[in-house]
């Protein structure tokens, strides 16, 4: 089970990139990254997901180095709405259903 | 595409009434999941089915906690007694089995549960 690490909270201002980086040095050769947001009172949300490389989709990007121990997930001029908790998952195998504590991110005006 | 819908979205109860959630997974979502969340313990996976088979339900904290999935189209969660320490969110969520093992969850909105 390939353990992730992600910071617990971040602040941001309005306008600004945020990068959530997320540490998973076990990661397996089958393994993908998947990153989901849940906002209070709803169930988490899939965001984005990826192998390798660099992924971009109409909310974010996902920046994954060469050895896949880590990624970031990019959220370009977040806005008050973005305020929410991001998860990274890593697996492919059933693993990659384990939820860790998350990183909450708070937008300030 | 209606989403997973969850029932109740509110339970209050009293300790060791029996309750009872339920969930509809999306359609053609082959596998189903039942989580809970609580500020102290964050998002547990609690068991989850393929094709209504239960996979894995080493989450379940102990034998007051049950799930079924009787079709494909229908789950419960099942708590008898149920207890204060059970109050929780409880999420289900789905996915499609046959697009590979790395496609993402699609989450209910839950059911709250406070067990006075």
């Known amino acids: 089970l390939a353990k992730t690490t992600q910071p617990i909270s971040m602040d941001s201002y309005e306008g600004q990139e945020v990068n959530i980086t997320c540490s998973h040095n076990n990661i397996a050769t089958n393994d993908y990254i998947t990153w989901y947001q849940q906002f209070p009172s709803q169930g988490p949300r899939f965001i984005i997901q990826g192998y390798k490389t660099k992924v971009t989709n109409e909310v974010a990007s996902l920046f994954i180095p060469a050895d896949r121990k880590s990624s970031t997930l990019s959220l370009p001029r977040v806005s008050l709405s973005d305020t929410a908790v991001y998860y990274c998952?890593?697996?492919?195998?059933?693993?990659?259903?384990?939820f860790g504590t998350g990183t909450s991110l708070t937008v300030i005006p | 595409d209606a989403g997973v819908i969850q029932s109740p979205r509110h339970e209050v109860t009293e300790m060791g009434q029996e309750v009872t959630l339920r969930c509809k997974p999306i359609?053609?979502?082959?596998?189903l999941f039942w989580y809970r969340q609580t500020m102290m313990r964050g998002l547990e996976l609690l068991i989850y089915?393929?094709?209504?088979?239960?996979?894995?339900d080493s989450g379940m904290p102990e034998d007051r906690f049950s799930a079924k999935m009787p079709n494909a189209s229908f789950s419960t969660l099942k708590i008898q007694p149920s207890e204060p320490r059970d109050s929780a969110v409880y999420f289900c969520?789905?996915?499609?089995?046959?697009?590979?093992?790395?496609?993402?969850?699609?989450f209910g909105n839950g059911t709250r549960l406070t067990v006075t």
């Open positions: 998952l890593v697996g492919a195998t059933g693993n990659q259903f384990y």
């Open positions: 089915f393929n094709n209504n088979v239960p996979i894995d």
């Open positions: 359609s053609g979502h082959n596998s």
């Open positions: 969520a789905s996915r499609p089995l046959g697009r590979g093992n790395n496609s993402p969850l699609h």
